[in-house]
């Protein structure tokens, strides 16, 4: 169970570390814009994480931590294009991406485990 409760803390912090993280974007049309997607993918992680714990079954789980490898695969999709459209320095957003990628890796370990455990297919 603590293994869970770090995965919530986790997924805040995520969700406040992209807050901050776009508050610091320049305030061009451009960045306000992805920023925005990047601002809603990034928070709706942790929302989506808080969904998949309280699942009612273990395919409510599956299906709830899909949308949590979305989220988090967005929010690294993102900030990389922030990064190539020049308008933040990728050394800044290396903690955050970084974050995004472990995030995705964790909720498809999460979703294959819990396939395996309850014989779901794709």
């Known amino acids: 169970m603590q293994r869970t409760n770090d995965l919530l803390d986790r997924t805040k912090k995520f969700a406040l570390a992209s807050i901050k993280f776009c508050e610091q974007l320049p305030k061009d049309e451009t960045s306000r814009v992805i920023g925005r997607q990047l601002l809603r993918s990034g928070t709706s992680v942790g929302a989506n994480y808080r969904a998949a714990h309280r699942a009612k ?56 485990t819990a396939r395996r455990n309850s014989d779901l297919q794709v």
Request: hydrophobic share 45%; glycine share 8%; aromatic share 6%.
């Open 57 to 112: 079954s273990k395919a409510d789980f599956v299906s709830k931590m899909g949308t949590v490898l979305e989220e988090a695969d967005d929010s690294g999709y993102w900030i990389e294009l922030l990064i190539e459209a020049g308008k933040i320095d990728a050394n800044k957003s290396a903690a955050l991406h970084g974050e995004a990628n472990e995030l995705v890796a964790i909720a498809v370990s999460s979703i294959n």
